[in-house]
């Protein structure tokens, strides 16, 4: 594609009010010919990617609240303080907790204090009982030859059940015992744990990155209090547009690039969000990111996404020439040098789109010698 003559001339009269002067055209034919290197402009198969933004988020953040309703009486730690898994954080007001423990323990203690005597008296219910026992089986021998009345008899037996029922209710007061003394433990179980719910520990090692907690405060369960984020695992959270859904793939191997940073980095994709935002039009692609110096969440990054290819006519980059907003090459048309003004697009280190302004075919001047005017005479070396 070539331009009219009248802005390639309007462009020559800008580029000589800058400091360039053209050549008279008998002047330049009488010339010794600027020895050039040329380049034939053809049509190329360059890789098509797509840019997406958004934001760095850690891939594990740990809100931590309170499982009380207490005030706070210590914070340990402050934004920016890294933490070890186990750490403590917050302390709570525990003193009604610690009456609750205190008191179930002495619940304990008197279960175990009535334990002795229980035993005590299921052994002496089960001597009776064995006595009783005794006594009516010499009764009855005696019963069945007639040597006793039937009212010693019966007042025997009645002396055995009298002491069976006994036994009975003995070991049945025992048994309850193990059962309250059970229920006591789950009772001390149940207030320790309650307790140490006032000491809010790390549930994982990382940075603290929120805190909306302090001392005296009332803390509320649910209420955030602290924000962990564990080290080393970030991943970028991009806005993708919902045209582009069928290029990105789960696994898909991507180039991020971070504005704190220099040069990208390989990454790859994690999770494909599949609700679409319908104010942006747009869902979020999750791209796991490779460990880095520095990196924090909340950081701007880019991702570029492969496209497959498109078709471009591309130039050498030393035969690009710019001055201000002008983009010119220099064509090699039957001996001479003519300038071109064209409209670069995207570039590579070794070589510029060029939009507008050329055709494939044509051969280009690279690396374009300095003093190099339009219409200048050249020659191409060998």
């Known amino acids: 594609m070539r331009f009219p003559l009248f802005p390639i001339l309007a462009a020559v009269a800008i580029w000589s009010g800058c400091g360039g002067s053209e050549p008279h055209p008998k002047a330049a034919s009488q010339a010794a010919p600027i020895q050039v290197e040329t380049v034939m402009v053809s049509a190329q198969q360059w890789p098509e990617t797509y840019e997406a933004t958004g934001t760095v ?6 809100v931590i609240s309170s499982k009380l309703m207490a005030y706070v009486r210590q914070v340990a730690v402050q934004v920016g303080d890294r933490v070890q898994e186990g750490q403590l954080l917050v302390s709570l007001d525990s003193q009604d907790l ?13 279960v175990l204090s009535a334990i002795p005597e229980a035993d005590s008296a299921v052994a002496y219910a089960k001597a009776s009982l064995d006595l009783a026992q005794t006594t009516f089986q010499r009764m009855q021998r005696l019963a069945s030859t007639k040597s006793i009345s039937n009212q010693e008899f019966d007042e025997s037996s009645a002396r055995l059940q009298s002491a069976q029922a006994a036994c009975d209710m003995a070991r049945s007061k025992r048994t309850q015992l193990d059962s309250r003394q059970a229920l006591v433990q789950q009772d001390i179980r149940g207030a320790r744990i309650m307790r140490d719910y006032a000491r809010i520990l790390a549930p994982v090692s990382g940075i603290v990155t929120a805190k909306s907690v302090e001392p005296g405060s009332l803390a509320a369960p649910g209420a955030p209090l602290l924000t962990i984020e564990s080290e080393g695992g970030y991943r970028l959270e991009a806005s993708v547009d919902e045209s582009r859904l069928p290029v990105v793939k789960l696994g898909q191997a991507v180039q991020v690039s971070l504005d704190s940073g220099d040069g990208r980095v390989a990454a790859h994709v994690s999770e494909i969000v599949p609700a679409v935002d319908a104010a ?13 110096p520095d990196l924090r969440s909340g950081m701007f990054a880019r991702a570029w996404f492969s496209a497959g290819t ?26 001479f ?27 280009v001047v690279s690396p374009a010698p300095a003093g190099l005017a339009d219409g200048a005479r050249v020659e191409v070396r060998q």
Do not use: H, N
């Open 57 to 62: 988020r850690a891939r594990r953040a740990v």
């Open 98 to 110: 610690d009456t609750k423990v205190r008191g179930a323990e002495a619940a304990e203690a008197e």
């Open 280 to 292: 942006s039009r747009s869902y979020i692609v999750k791209i796991d990111l490779p460990a880095m």
């Open 310 to 335: 498109r078709k471009v006519v591309a130039v050498p980059p030393a035969a690009l020439l710019e001055r201000g907003q002008l983009q010119s090459v220099f064509v090699e048309e039957g001996g």
């Open 337 to 363: 040098a003519r300038m071109r003004l064209v409209t670069a697009g995207a570039r590579t280190e070794t070589g510029v789109e060029v939009l507008s302004g050329l055709s494939a075919g044509e051969k």
